[in-house]
């Protein structure tokens, strides 16, 4: 039996899951019949085929997902329709932009470039000389760090909306972005694919830990955020759900608790209020392939959901 290439693994890249496309156009249960078909596709270089010229039975297929066939049919149809699966001629069918579903170039060096550090650490570690420790520090500088670095950003757009959010929550402001600020800043936007500075500013505004409602009153600056530890733990919310000062005891924590979810429950209602009202629209763009307006519109999307929590 001919195959194609084989994945041992597909990257899922978050944003675009979460805010992308495919949350409009599947179901719920039809997402889930989505990566499963992205899964069996990894196995056969994009291609969902029993063989190179035989397809699948509808039945034996559902059978290898152990799914309802008509929730598998329903979900091949709308992949169809979205232009996400094209079926062959000989009743196969195929991942379209299977490119898209597969590392970037960037990614694959730089994980190429880790793999390299780790091997030069060890090979510095087991020899315990003073060229090999040498030779290791220099691996470790010409690695990722120097790939953010001679990316260009634009210093104006940070400092102006780092400044924005800061003056109303009484943060410290920045003049310039030079220096480790730069550094750190550039391996931000280098490691991430989809790094958005407006994201990262919501997610802060959603953990008022970090703006102050502490034990000691201490609060954020544009340095600490853009550090790779912090980064990920503001993303990840760590901050959400600690203790607020030691004066907002008893029924005033539990209260202030209960406000934080009410709150992100409607901003999470307020978002599938607005995919609903532009779902027409995301329709009609993808049909006509335009990545360009996806994205404005997407962006419109955000935009809209951060002015509705300001309101809050």
């Not at 760090?145 to 400044?163: D, G, R, V």
Request: glycine share 4%.
């Amino acid at each position: 039996m001919k195959r194609g290439k084989t994945y041992e693994w597909i990257p899922l890249w978050v944003e675009k899951w979460l805010w992308g496309s495919t949350r409009l156009e599947l179901e719920h249960d039809e997402r889930a019949i989505w990566i499963d078909l992205l899964v069996i596709a990894s196995k056969d270089d994009g291609y969902i085929r029993a063989n190179e010229d035989i397809p699948y039975l509808d039945l034996q297929l559902a059978g290898l997902l152990c799914c309802d066939a008509d929730l598998l049919k329903r979900t091949i149809e709308k992949c169809i329709k979205y232009k996400k699966i094209e079926k062959l001629k000989n009743g196969t069918f195929r991942i379209i932009n299977w490119d898209a579903y597969q590392l970037t170039d960037r990614h694959k060096r730089r994980l190429m470039s880790d793999k390299a550090d780790i091997m030069s650490e060890k090979t510095a570690t087991k020899t315990k000389t003073k060229t090999n420790t040498k030779t290791n520090t220099k691996t470790l500088k010409e690695g990722t760090p120097l790939k953010a670095k001679e990316k260009k950003i634009n210093k104006k757009f940070f400092i102006e909306k780092w400044n924005a959010f800061a003056v109303n929550r009484k943060l410290p402001e920045i003049t310039t972005i030079t220096g480790q600020r730069e550094v750190h800043l550039k391996a931000r936007i280098s490691s991430e694919d989809f790094f958005c500075f407006d994201e990262l500013l919501n997610t802060i505004e959603e953990q008022p830990w970090l703006l102050g409602k502490n034990d000691k009153g201490w609060r954020i600056s544009f340095d600490w955020i853009i550090n790779a530890a912090n980064y990920t733990k503001i993303m990840e919310k760590t901050y959400l759900h600690l203790s607020p000062r030691r004066e907002e005891t008893g029924q005033s924590q539990k209260k202030q608790t209960q406000e934080e979810k009410k709150r992100s429950d409607l901003i999470a209602e307020k978002r599938a209020e607005l995919q609903t009202k532009y779902k027409k629209e995301f329709d009609e763009i993808i049909e006509r392939k335009d990545q360009r307006a996806l994205d404005l519109l997407s962006g419109k999307i955000n935009a809209e959901v951060a002015a509705y929590s300001k309101e809050l």
